[in-house]
Nanobody
Framework: QVQLVESGGGLVQPGGSLRLSCAAS????????MGWYRQAPGKQREWVAT???????NYADSAKGRFTISRDNAKNTVYLQMNSLKPEDTAVYYC???????????????WGPGTQVTVSS
């Protein structure tokens, strides 16, 4: 069984930084891509950033220049370094990954339970 578990959320002042981590565990053959989404109260879940196994990254406009996504393929872990945080970044942040559990199987979409990020003075 595959699981994604996020960590690193918390309360931070505007202008501060946080680093989120998401580790995938279980019977994993490959993971591609991995990414982050977020959902603010009363809003729909939105995409934040994605990284492929080869290291190619894409960011939502709201994240460009402030957030950096990275991954450690050996640890099946993806990170999100968030700098210059704003109150509007307050949300539950979810890890997402397309994981293949066997050589002959197609990828399946997995989600973590989420980690709360609150930006407030």
């Amino acid at each position: 069984q595959v699981q994604l578990v996020e960590s690193g959320g918390g309360l931070v002042q505007p202008g501060g930084s946080l680093r989120l981590s998401c580790a995938a565990s279980g019977s994993i053959f490959s993971i591609n891509p991995m990414g982050w989404y977020r959902q603010a109260p009363g809003k729909q879940r939105e995409w934040v950033a994605t990284i492929t196994s080869g290291g190619r990254t894409n960011y939502a406009d709201s994240a460009k220049g402030r957030f950096t996504i990275s991954r450690d393929n050996a640890k099946n872990t993806v990170y999100l370094q968030m700098n210059s945080l704003k109150p509007e970044d307050t949300a539950v942040y979810y890890c997402n990954a397309y994981i293949t559990t066997g050589f002959a199987q197609g990828p399946r979409d997995y989600w973590g339970p989420g980690t709360q990020v609150t930006v407030s003075s």
